[in-house]
């Protein structure tokens, strides 16, 4: 049975450029490690989607629609259905000294970013540098190696997603209880200075609110502890490392019978 519109599904892909073969974007990390994209910064995993939301390229989305759980599948995308056709109109000619105290470190190839868009620089010359505003991959057909792993039924699994799809954690660092129609999410410190952080909880609760229509009311969490606290855990710690050492050197030692 086809997955329906709005589905929470699972999916394990690997991108490429059908022309060179490049591989652009994937979720598994051995794949990521055989070409330039490997981040060991990033935790690799399935991806969450939504089934015809427009959360990933118009192409991908529709071969989803018709796809089933543990489907494997390699997709074609036309530009069209990707990322767009070129535009030369996107290409510009624009003056070294308009990029500042960068201008000397550029190098062709490089992204940079003006007038609130991101472009690759193509040429420098002559005092000026010719920027493209076109997508890196417009006008070209991609392949998308797709596995479906799993559909999401289960709230629990569904709340836990749609946070880590906005804020890219550990799922032990999440923390969540239920309480009637309301749901309290703990956060874990290190997400307290991450940029626009009140958009992206706003974000996660309209999630949530859509996708498990049970709850009404979303109240996130902060807790900081005191440096004094933290510093009397770890002695705790500390004190307690030999002892269970200790305890696993006699449970080691042979028993005479």
């Given at each position: 049975m086809a997955?329906?519109?709005?589905?929470?599904?699972?999916?394990?892909?690997?991108?490429?450029?059908?022309?060179?073969?490049?591989?652009?974007?994937?979720?598994?990390?051995?794949?990521?490690?055989?070409?330039?994209?490997?981040d060991?910064?990033?935790?690799?995993?399935p991806?969450?989607i939504?089934?015809?939301?427009?959360?990933?390229?118009?192409?991908?989305?529709?071969?989803?629609?018709?796809?089933n759980?543990?489907?494997?599948?390699?997709i074609?995308?036309?530009p069209?259905k990707?990322?767009?056709?070129?535009?030369?109109?996107?290409?510009?000619?624009?003056?070294?000294?308009?990029?500042?105290?960068?201008?000397?470190?550029?190098?062709?190839?490089?992204?940079?970013?003006?007038?609130?868009?991101?472009?690759?620089?193509?040429?420098?010359?002559s005092?000026?540098?010719?920027?493209?505003f076109?997508?890196?991959?417009?006008?070209?057909?991609?392949?998308?190696?797709?596995?479906?792993?799993?559909?999401?039924?289960?709230?629990?699994?569904?709340?836990?997603?749609?946070?880590?799809?906005?804020?890219?954690?550990?799922?032990?660092?999440?923390?969540?209880?239920?309480?009637?129609?309301?749901?309290?999410?703990?956060?874990?410190?290190e997400?307290?200075?991450?940029?626009?952080?009140q958009?992206?909880?706003?974000?996660?609760?309209?999630?949530?609110?859509?996708?498990?229509?049970?709850?009404e009311?979303?109240?996130?969490?902060?807790t900081?502890?005191?440096?004094?606290a933290?510093?009397?855990?770890?002695?705790?710690?500390?004190q307690?490392?030999?002892?269970t050492?200790?305890?696993?050197?006699e449970?080691?030692?042979?028993?005479?019978?």
């Amino acid at each position: 049975m086809a997955l329906e519109k709005g589905s929470l599904i699972l999916i394990d892909y690997t991108a490429k450029v059908k022309d060179n073969d490049l591989t652009f974007e994937t979720t598994r990390e051995d794949e990521a490690k055989k070409s330039d994209t490997y981040d060991p910064t990033r935790r690799y995993e399935p991806r969450l989607i939504s089934v015809g939301e427009g959360w990933i390229l118009k192409g991908l989305d529709e071969a989803l629609a018709n796809a089933n759980i543990g489907d494997k599948l390699s997709i074609q995308i036309s530009p069209d259905k990707g990322f767009g056709e070129r535009d030369l109109s996107k290409i510009r000619m624009i003056p070294l000294r308009k990029l500042g105290d960068k201008a000397d470190e550029l190098k062709v190839g490089d992204t940079i970013e003006l007038d609130e868009r991101v472009g690759i620089v193509r040429f420098i010359g002559s005092g000026r540098v010719q920027v493209d505003f076109n997508h890196r991959f417009a006008g070209r057909t991609l392949v998308y190696d797709v596995e479906v792993t799993r559909k999401l039924e289960d709230d629990n699994d569904k709340v836990l997603s749609l946070i880590k799809r906005r804020l890219p954690i550990d799922d032990q660092k999440i923390g969540f209880a239920v309480e009637d129609s309301s749901i309290k999410i703990d956060l874990p410190e290190e997400t307290f200075l991450v940029d626009g952080l009140q958009i992206i909880k706003r974000a996660i609760a309209n999630d949530i609110f859509r996708f498990v229509p049970r709850f009404e009311a979303a109240l996130f969490v902060e807790t900081y502890v005191s440096q004094s606290a933290v510093s009397r855990k770890t002695e705790e710690l500390k004190q307690e490392q030999p002892k269970t050492l200790e305890k696993n050197a006699e449970a080691a030692q042979p028993h005479s019978t």
